[in-house]
C-alpha cells in the first residue's frame, strides 16, 4: 500500500496547471463503462456494504449524469464516490494529471483530532493547537464530509480517513474545490480568539519541507531539537528499529512498514531482538501507528518473536474471478499465474474460489529468541493491510495489550492480496482494485461489522497534548510500566 501511494501521489503532484481535460459524453460513459466492469466482474466483495441493488441504482443515475461534456476531473470525482459506498481500502482511484499541486498548494499542515482540524505547525503566526472552523467562507465541518470520498478505508472506519486527509489535505481540497491561489482562514486560537487570516498558496516543496515539522510527529517528546533527523529516523523509515528507556528497562521496537525484502526483514528482527535479550529490557512496545502494509510473510514473522503460542491469522480467502477483468487497461499486475489461478483453481465454490485455509498457517509458531517478557503494541488509524493483521493478532493474544486508536484495516476481513492496475483510457484515471478477500481469524465477535482492529486501550491525542508535543499513546503505556 505505501508502495502504490508514493508512486501515483508523486505523478499526481507533478502536473501542469488549468490542463483539465474535457471529455465528450461518449469518452465520459465509454471510461465509467469500463470502470464499472472491473468492478463487478473481479471485485470480491462488492456487495459486502452495500446491496446489489442500491449499488446498481447508483451506477445507472451516474452514467444518466454522463449526458454532456464533462472534465476528466469530474468524472473522477463521481467515482470516488461510487468507491466510496464499497468501502474497500485496497479500490484506489488516482486523479488524472490535470491539476497543479506544485505551485498552488494549501500552506498550512493540519491534524485531525475528534473530527476537526487544528494547526500542527508553529508557521505564519498561527498558534500550534489552534482550530480552524473555515476555509475560503466553507465551514470546515463540510469540508471533511466533502473530503471523506477521497480516503479509502475499510468498512464504516474514520481513523484512516483522518489520518489520510491530514497528510493530503491539500491535494484532496484541490480535487473537491479547484486550484485557489490564496485562502481565507477563520480560526480560534488555544487560548479562545477568534481570528481570521488570508495565506497565498504554497509550493508543494514547501508545504512538503514544512510537514517534516508537526508537533504530532512527537520529537519534543523525545528531547530532539533536530527535526529533519528526527523525522528521517523515526517517521519515514520503513527498516525497523530499536530504542531504549533504560530507567524502564524498556524497548520501542518501531516497525513503519511491512513493504521491505522478506529474507532482510526477518534478519533484521533477529538482530534486533539479539540486541533485546542482550539488554536484559522487560519490557517491549511495538510501534505500527505509522505501518501502512506490505509482505504479510514479515508481519507474521514479527508476530513469532512476541508470542509463546501457535497462532492464526486467516480463516478463508476468496476471489470471484480467476480472470483479470478488462486485460486491455491492465498496466500491472504481480503473479496473475501464481496468486490467482493456481492458487484458486482446485478450490471452485457456486460463486466463486475459496480457500478454507491459510497458506502461511506452517510459519505461525514461536520464535525460538522470542521475547520473554511483557509486550505491548501502539496501532492507529494509519496500521493498513499487513500492519492492521498484526494489531489483529495482538487483539487476538491476552498476552499482549494493544494500545492507541482504531485500525485502518477491517477487523473481520480485507481485501488485498491480488493488486490489479488499470489506467482508463480517455480521462486517464488510474486504478488499482484487489482481487482477493480474506475473511480472518478473530476471537471477540462482538465488534460491529465495518469496524478496524479496536485496541484493549483506546487513547488518542488530545489538543493539549497536540500543543505540548506530548506522545498522548506512547506516554499512556510508560506510565503503566511505571506503575
Known sequence: MNRIWCIVFFITISTSLFAQKTLTPEKAQEDFKIFENILKKG???LYEYIDEITLDSILSITKESLSEDIEDIELFKKMQQITDQIKDGHLLLFAPNS???????????????????YIDTDDFDIPIGSKV??????PTTTILEALKKYAPTDGHNLTRKYRDIELKFGLFYMYEYGVQKEYIIEYITPDGNEKKITLAADSFVNAKHRNINRNSYFS???STTDKVAFFSKHINTKEPFVYYRDDLKTAVLVVNSFGVDIRAFKSRLIKLFKEIKKKKVKHLIIDIRNNNGGFRPNSVNLFSFITDKLYKQRTSAFVSSLEIPERAYVTRNYGEKE???DKFYNHPKYNGWKLDFDDLETMMVPNKNKFQGRVYMLAGGTTFSAGSALALLAKNDPNILLVGEETGGGYYSHTGQFPVYYELPNAKIIMVMSMERITHYVKDTSLPKGSGVIPDRTVMLSVEDLIKGKDSELDYIFKLIKG
Open 339 to 341: 496468486f490467482l489461478k
Open 99 to 117: 491539476l497543479n499541486t506544485t505551485q498552488y498548494y494549501f500552506p498550512l499542515i493540519l491534524k485531525i483530532i475528534q473530527a476537526e482540524f
Open 43 to 45: 471485485h470480491p466483495a
Open 220 to 222: 519534543n517528546y523525545h
Open 133 to 138: 472552523v473555515g476555509i475560503n467562507n466553507t
